[in-house]
């Protein structure tokens, strides 16, 4: 997910500071990795740099001064590009755990075990998404990410499904290379 992106699209409903746009995040993406405030300051700061954003003003009520940012017409421009595009499927199509798999059988590991724990990793975090889709007065966003999680992992499930069936052509095949 493009930070700098986001940033500029919870600036599109108006002016507001870093402390703001952070909360709005942890709000807006629920499920996402939430974002650090160095991270919000130093995006920020590119988007200036860039001509994206710019200070709308510096406020202190009593508190640390707080400065607000707003887009600019330029980053009005580039957030509409962006948000416009289509995200490409994945482009390759090794992942970690497959990945973990190989490495397993060239090392002389267990891989069936590996895929057996791995499995177990998918059902507990797919246990817990469900309680949080599930749990009263959960927003729409928060089921919607849950829901993209939980569907990834279950394409996930069905892979280590296959491919631990499929285990002992690929130990052979990967033995033989």
């Known amino acids: 997910m493009s930070t700098r992106h986001v940033l500029?699209?919870?600036l599109a409903s108006g002016?507001?500071?870093g402390y703001d746009l952070k909360r709005r995040h942890d709000e807006q993406f629920?499920?996402?990795?939430?974002?650090a405030y160095g991270q919000v300051y130093t995006t920020l700061q590119r988007l200036v740099r860039?001509?994206?954003?710019?200070?709308?003003g510096t406020e202190s009520d009593g508190g640390p001064e707080r400065t607000a940012y707003r887009t600019t017409e330029a980053g009005e421009r580039e957030l509409a590009c962006w948000a416009g595009e289509i995200a490409p499927p994945a482009p390759f199509v090794t992942n970690e755990i497959f990945a973990k798999v190989v490495v397993s059988i060239l090392s002389g590991g267990d891989p069936a075990a590996y895929l057996r724990a791995q499995r177990a990793a998918h059902m507990g975090r797919m246990r817990e998404l469900t309680a949080v889709k599930s749990a009263a007065g959960a927003g729409l966003?928060?089921?919607?990410?849950?829901?993209?999680?939980?569907?990834?992992?279950?394409?996930?499930?069905?892979?280590?499904t296959?491919?631990?069936?499929?285990?002992?052509?690929?130990?052979a095949e990967v033995d033989a290379a």
């Open 15 to 17: 002016p507001s500071h």
């Open 50 to 56: 860039d001509g994206l954003a710019e200070v709308d």
């Open 30 to 35: 629920p499920e996402a990795r939430p974002l």
């Open 141 to 160: 966003a928060t089921v919607l990410s849950a829901d993209y999680a939980l569907n990834h992992l279950d394409a996930d499930l069905r892979w280590i």
């Open 8 to 10: 500029l699209g919870l």
């Open 162 to 171: 296959t491919t631990a069936a499929r285990l002992t052509t690929l130990t």
